[in-house]
């Protein structure tokens, strides 16, 4: 008899995965640990790993279907349990293919059960999912089902109105408008279409959803990092013959923004629709890029950590991005990001809030330029080391006068950045 394989519990809170490809497919041979599928969830995107050595005797799900935590996926026909078995079931398969057939032909006790992303669908384009027919396990309905009809153009709307009597009077029949489709963009000659992964498909989602949602508003305050600038330059050679890794700025603007993070609260929120949840912990997410994705690693409990241990943590996390070994667990738990885009040459830019978090702040590059700086013997131009630190929010945890404050007191501290002020360890 084959084993189940249902979908793994891939994060905190996570109820329900997309399985955007199968690594498999009936027949094959697959190891322990060996990846099968990749799959999405609203946090996280990761490759789900065989449980069991043997054979891939059945896909229970169809890519791009979203299942809940514990259904069964595919089966296994695990090794040392095929021998003794597989006669009697050769004798008797025919037979049970033909009540297969007939129990999946009239197996729709999944028929209502629809996942987050079919409901999307059915109601931006207008279709009554009563009428569609569902290709899924128990008669269930899948996002390529409802794609397939919105490419066909024949979307089932309302159900049609039978009308009993004549009306009274001839009213000017309402046209229902035409759901909205999708235009095909023009493509040339030349031209390369790139196929979506499911990394990609993660982060749009994602970013739509928080541009959806969250009413952004923006902010942005410069900051002479001059004192910064000379001390980090100061000690980075010892650091790193003493430590094995670089010291970069990251860690002094990390360790400033937990800092103020202590005093401002609020910007450390997420909107929960009826409350806004203040979270107790500082875990602050950190954008890191690789040529073609992009993920936001959490470094946990970062308040507790000096600039030394948030270096160390920063280094390790862009390690496991740029090697592909970052888990899902390193990925959950963020309460606030951090986005260095100054580290391939912005000088201003304006982020997308990580949802659900309330704000995320962007360190912009670190540039010299003439500034006018006040004295008692009068103004003077000088050239210092500056910043710019870039801040959206959502507006509706966050208002402008928190914003500011926080903003400020971040450029305090990092202006107040010395040997004598800040401690490494």
């Not at 999946?104 to 987050?116: A, F, G, L, Q, V």
């Not at 982060?203 to 959803?209: E, T």
């Not at 902010?219 to 002479?224: A, G, N, P, Q």
């Not at 409990?301 to 390790?316: F, P, T």
């Amino acid at each position: 008899m084959a084993t189940e394989m249902t979908m793994p519990q891939l994060g905190e809170s996570v109820t329900e995965g997309t399985i955007t490809k199968w690594l498999v497919e009936p027949g094959q041979v697959v190891k322990k640990y060996e990846p099968i599928a990749e799959v999405m969830t609203d946090k996280v995107n990761a490759e789900v790993p065989s449980s069991f050595s043997g054979t891939i005797k059945e896909l229970l799900v169809q890519e791009d279907e979203t299942v809940e935590v514990g259904v069964v996926i595919c089966t296994i026909e695990v090794e040392g349990e095929l021998n003794d078995q597989s006669k009697e079931r050769v004798s008797t398969k025919k037979g049970n293919e033909e009540q297969v057939e007939n129990k999946t032909e009239n197996d729709h006790s999944e028929k209502r059960r629809y996942s987050p992303a079919v409901l999307r669908m059915s109601q931006e384009h207008g279709i009554d999912l009563e009428q569609v027919t569902g290709t899924g396990k128990g008669g269930r309905i899948t996002r390529k089902d409802l794609q397939l009809l919105i490419d066909s153009g024949e979307t089932p709307s309302s159900k049609p109105i039978r009308i009993d009597h004549q009306p009274e009077e001839v009213t000017k029949p309402i046209v229902q408008s035409e759901p909205k489709k999708d235009v095909a963009p023009i493509t040339s000659a030349g031209d390369i279409e790139i196929p979506i992964s499911g990394v990609r498909k993660a982060i749009a989602s994602n970013m739509v959803k928080s541009k959806h949602e969250a009413p952004h508003a923006w902010t942005m305050v410069e900051v002479d990092v001059t004192n910064l600038v000379q001390y980090r330059n100061q000690i980075k050679q010892q650091f790193k013959e003493n430590e094995g890794f670089n010291l970069t700025f990251l860690p002094f603007f990390i360790k400033a923004t937990v800092e103020a993070l202590k005093e401002f609260p609020q910007l450390n929120s997420m909107w929960a629709e009826d409350k806004i949840i203040q979270k107790k912990d500082i875990n602050i997410s950190l954008a890191v890029a690789t040529d073609d994705a992009l993920y936001v690693p959490v470094i946990k409990h970062a308040d507790e950590k000096s600039i030394k241990g948030i270096g160390r943590e920063v280094n390790d996390l862009a390690h496991k991005v740029r090697t592909g070994k970052l888990s899902g667990s390193d990925m959950q738990g963020g309460t606030f990001t951090i986005n260095n885009t100054g580290s391939f040459g912005s000088v201003l830019s304006a982020p997308i809030i990580n949802h659900p978090q309330a704000a995320i702040l962007s360190i912009e590059s670190i540039v010299k330029r003439p500034v006018v700086i006040e004295s008692e013997a009068g103004d003077m131009i000088a050239i210092r080391s500056m910043v710019n630190l870039c801040l959206s929010l959502d507006h509706r945890v966050l208002d402008g006068l928190v914003c500011g404050r926080f903003l400020a007191r971040v450029k305090e501290i990092l202006e107040t950045m010395t040997a004598d002020t800040t401690s490494i360890y």
